[in-house]
Nanobody, 124 residues
Framework: QVQLVESGGGLVQAGGSLRLSCAAS????????MGWFRQAPGKEREFVAA????????YYADLVKGRFTISRDNAKNTAYLQMNSLKPEDTAVYYC?????????????????WGKGTLVTVSS
């Protein structure tokens, strides 16, 4: 069993930055691909970014490419999402996700564990 706890959300002005953290329990964190998804009001949950368990290969949705950076620290069992140049349309609840090994699977929404989410609000 893996538990994921997000933190770092909040209110920021357009153009600003936030860093989200996802703390994971369990001793096999390094075997999980970690990802971030988001869900805006009235919209479906969508993929944002992922980082593979093996080589740390990163994947991004086109909407955030060049602005967001995903990273992980296996020693701290923590994944991060650095968000720069935020836009009002980035406003959403951001969810951390974990998938045992499979990087491609996580991008398709095949998730083993979800966090409860953290709210990011970007004002114009």
């Amino acid at each position: 069993q893996v538990q994921l706890v997000e933190s770092g959300g909040g209110l920021v002005q357009a153009g600003g930055s936030l860093r989200l953290s996802c703390a994971a329990s369990g001793r096999t964190f390094s075997s999980y691909t970690m990802g971030w998804f988001r869900q805006a009001p009235g919209k479906e949950r969508e993929f944002v970014a992922a980082i593979s368990w093996s080589r740390g290969t990163t994947y991004y949705a086109d909407l955030v490419k060049g602005r967001f950076t995903i990273s992980r620290d296996n020693a701290k069992n923590t994944a991060y999402l650095q968000m720069n140049s935020l836009k009002p349309e980035d406003t959403a609840v951001y969810y951390c996700a974990a998938r045992f090994m499979g990087a491609q699977a996580i991008m398709m929404g095949n998730i083993d564990y979800w966090g409860k989410g953290t709210l990011v609000t970007v004002s114009s």
